[in-house]
């Protein structure tokens, strides 16, 4: 739970559209929030941000503890984040620097913000520098949602929209593995965080939507049109199968330092081929039964 102070800070943060008093009075501040590692359960804190050719970054200094701050494992756990900045509120994809550009950004921030620089002076662990990339929504889906086929498809877009964004984030790895020639350092092994974190934050978003549609969707459905139950059955398996996908994935994220790239490349293809042939057919058997249903749900009229 927040502490008192800080739950203070994030409702003066609302109630003023970002703008807040005492010791944070004229500062730049924004509100995140992450989902707990262990309890699954939202975490919102008040953090400082530091702004840089574009690019939106926290740093976890936990005042120059030796420790992470929570919310930093938090978000390596569940990169999807909710950024609050100002009058304004969007998810974002969380992704930790690394190496040469860490230290750029790092000494940025310190230029901007000299306090950073005490803090990583009191202790010897390297401060993190997290860029919040936004996980926008892809222009290519529904202009205006009208009824479940429309939320479906707007789901559909941004999950094809994210795995899009993974397969480049391989593609550009491997290219720079590829590009590298002569003295210096050679690329790092493994993986790598932008990987990492836009693999899982895509893969954790499709595991929900996919629970959702087991759970509440398609039993409701079903009951509707027992006519295609074998549909539904097709979709539970192939869900099943994308699942599997997802877990060996996953295992070879869980060390990114160690993983196999090409083996992970590998691993991608299979799963996107996998999902990409669940998306058409589902799109193709649901989209005329959804679109008989408004959405958001009418309420009756008492």
């Known amino acids: 739970m927040p502490t008192s102070f800080n739950q203070s800070v994030i409702d003066e943060f609302r109630a003023h559209q970002g703008q807040v008093g005492g010791s944070f009075e004229g500062g730049d501040l924004l509100l995140l929030t992450t ?3 262990r309890s699954g359960a939202e975490r919102t804190v008040p953090l400082g941000y530091v702004r840089h050719d574009g690019l939106l970054m926290v740093v976890g200094s936990n005042l120059g503890s030796d420790r992470h701050p929570d919310w930093y494992h938090n978000l390596l756990a569940h990169p999807l984040v909710r950024v609050e900045l100002g009058a304004e509120e969007f998810e974002a994809i969380a992704v930790p620097a690394e190496g040469e550009r860490r230290d ?28 919040l990339e936004p996980a926008a929504v892809s222009e290519d889906g529904p202009a205006e949602v ?15 929209g994210q795995l899009g964004h993974v397969r480049e984030e391989v593609d550009a790895h491997f290219a720079a593995r590829a590009a590298h020639r002569g003295p210096g350092a050679p690329p790092a092994p493994g993986l790598g965080f932008r990987i990492r974190q836009r693999c899982l934050a895509f893969c954790q978003s499709l595991e929900f939507h996919h629970v959702a549609e087991d759970t509440h969707l398609f039993p409701g459905l079903e009951a509707r049109h027992p006519h295609l139950a074998d549909v539904f059955e097709r979709l539970r398996t192939e869900h099943r199968t994308v699942a599997r996908l997802q877990g060996e994935l996953g295992a070879l994220l869980a060390d990114i330092a160690g993983a196999d790239p090409e083996r992970f490349r590998s691993d991608l293809a299979r799963m996107s081929a996998e999902l990409t042939a669940h998306l058409e057919y589902e799109e193709e058997s649901l989209l005329p039964l959804l679109s008989e249903i408004p959405f958001p749900p009418v309420r009756p009229v008492s």
């Open 35 to 37: 989902t707990g590692a």
């Open 104 to 131: 750029r950004l790092f000494a940025h921030v310190v230029r901007a913000e000299p306090g950073y620089g005490t803090y990583q002076e009191n202790t010897a662990r390297p401060l993190p520098v997290v860029v």
């Open 146 to 160: 009208r009824n479940l086929a429309d939320k479906l498809m707007e789901v559909h877009v941004w999950l094809r």
